[in-house]
């Protein structure tokens, strides 16, 4: 308890002058008895309490000289040691005592280095969640490059750490600083360092081909070194801070477009953190002068492999399915991937392309491929209305999903769904499918009351289903102009 400076002082003379007993004082004064021996100097003249025994005090040279030459063992295991030699306490107690006598660690001194313009980029990935894709989720990654001396960055979200992934993010970052810095330092990932022994690095060799054409030396940060690579570090920090905060990423378009944006109008808007009042802006306008001219042309980094097409007209790549013209069936075709095509060649000809999917176990399919499947099998089309079904309309497995969740009769709805196809056609059905799922619902009425909705609004006949008999074939009768018919009466 604090007292002001004129109760101190009339405590001391009432204790002092008048002899008054401690009790006595803090009754009349009005303040705790300790209070009183604090002013008075009572409490410093007080003997230590003498310490307790404890059950680890026998131990205690042991666990110096361990700690001495283990400084990071954990307490749990020193626990084991000692009462192996008798010692009978908790380990709490002997956590406690090991929180005391740890060595510390010496803090590091840095040293605070400078960069040349155009001298060093650094790079480095930061993880930022999972996000939904076709089929599934997936782990979204930043991929950043900051120029050490102007701290300009760029970045792009990625769905792949991989080598090729690496490649083109690091194409596309020099394309946008219009050059590329003299040296490129990374972390030590498998995806950039194959093997090290001590400060003996083996590269990825693709990389280390990249970085010959674009005339950059390769450079890794000492293990456990982070602060080597300061400069990338801050600006992930920055990106988290004031980009990724608060900010719901739901897909990989939106982010970059986003992160685009940001980097142009506010990123390199802001003062230089050495350099200031000069903004990021114009510091990179003057290290542009200084970085290496870009080789022409830039660097492919497409994944370029050769691929067995299967028995039904599929290739198999990155855990998914992607299918091609029958034509192509059970040959080698050549796989051209990046980060939103697939493409396969047969030659130099372009016989399929996709969008990449980054789901897995999924089956992309364009519609004319199964199209030219079923025009070659006998009955097919009586055989397999679900494949029909999906041929004719993009969005048929998203519809079957919503009947099998939905505790539906796949084979009525299959049913029901291919007499709407003969009635109204391919168009209008998809049109009707896509609508139907765009409002959350599976209901085949829905569906063709928006197919008739649509037959209404192009002016079109009304469909009528015609059931011939078994015995009476179907045949197209080629009409003719009617006036033969009289001709032939005169000439009777």
């Known amino acids: 308890m604090t007292v002001s400076a004129e109760v101190e002082a009339e405590i001391r003379r009432l204790h002092y002058a ?63 040691m000692v009462r ?18 740890r ?17 060093q980029a650094q790079v480095d990935w930061a993880y930022v969640g999972e ?12 991929f950043v490059m900051v120029l050490s001396w102007s701290r300009a960055l760029w970045g792009e979200f990625v769905f792949d750490l991989g080598i090729q992934s690496l490649l083109r993010s690091l194409v596309r970052a020099a394309a946008a600083f219009g050059g590329t810095c003299r040296q490129w330092l990374f972390d030590n990932p498998k995806t950039v360092v194959i093997e090290r022994i001590g400060d003996a690095v083996r590269f990825h060799p693709l990389l280390v081909e990249l970085g010959g054409h674009f005339r950059a030396q390769l450079r890794v940060c000492a293990v456990r070194k982070a602060n080597q690579k300061g400069r990338v570090e801050r600006a992930i920090r920055y990106l988290r801070d004031r980009f990724l905060a608060a900010r719901h990423i739901a897909g990989r378009e939106q982010g970059n477009r986003e992160l ?26 003057e290290e542009r002068k200084s970085l290496l001219a870009l080789p022409e042309p830039l660097t492919a980094t497409e994944i370029v492999e050769p691929i067995t097409v299967d028995k039904t007209a599929f290739v198999h790549f990155d855990r998914n399915l992607y299918s091609v013209p029958p034509a192509h069936v059970e040959r080698t075709l050549t796989l051209a991937a990046d980060d939103y095509s697939v493409r396969l060649l047969d030659g130099e000809t372009e016989v399929a392309r996709h969008s990449r999917c980054w789901s897995k176990k999924q089956r992309i399919e364009l519609p004319e491929h199964r199209a030219d499947i079923l025009a070659q099998k006998r009955g097919a ?11 004719a309309v993009p969005d048929m497995d998203a519809l079957y999903a919503r009947w099998v969740d939905a505790g539906r009769n796949l084979g009525s709805m299959t049913a029901r769904t291919l007499k709407l196809l003969g009635l109204y056609g391919e168009r209008s059905l998809a049109q009707a499918v896509a609508a139907v799922l765009a409002r959350g619902t599976s209901d085949p009425g829905a569906i063709a ?14 469909p009528v289903a015609l059931v011939l008999p078994d015995g009476v ?14 001709a032939d009466r005169r000439r009777r």
């Not at 060595?103 to 001298?119: D, F, I, M």
């Not at 944006?261 to 306008?285: K, M, Q």
């Open 473 to 486: 074939p179907d045949r197209d009768v080629v009409p003719h102009a009617l006036e033969t018919y009289d």
């Open 381 to 391: 089309a009586e055989a397999k209305g679900r494949d029909r079904l999906r041929a």
């Open 260 to 285: 685009g944006a940001f980097i142009a109008d506010i990123a390199h808007g802001r003062p230089h953190p050495e350099l200031s009042p000069r903004t990021v802006a114009e510091c990179l306008a």
């Open 18 to 80: 008048e002899h008054w007993p401690v009790g006595t004082v803090a009754r009349q004064v009005g303040v705790h008895e300790d209070v009183v021996r604090r002013v008075v100097g009572l409490l410093d003249r007080q003997p230590a309490a003498e310490p307790r025994p404890r059950l680890v005090d026998p131990y205690v040279d042991f666990i110096a000289e361990t700690l001495e030459q283990y400084p990071r063992l954990r307490a749990t295991r020193l626990f084991d």
């Open 103 to 119: 060595p510390r660690p010496r803090r590091e001194a840095y040293l605070r280095t400078s960069t040349l313009p155009g001298e």
């Open 84 to 101: 192996a030699r008798g010692y009978r306490g908790s380990v709490r107690t002997l956590r406690e005592h090991v929180a005391v006598v």
């Open 131 to 142: 996000v939904p894709v076709q089929g599934g989720v997936r782990r979204l990654w930043l």
């Open 449 to 462: 009351q928006l197919c008739e909705e649509h037959r209404r609004a192009a002016s079109r006949p009304v």
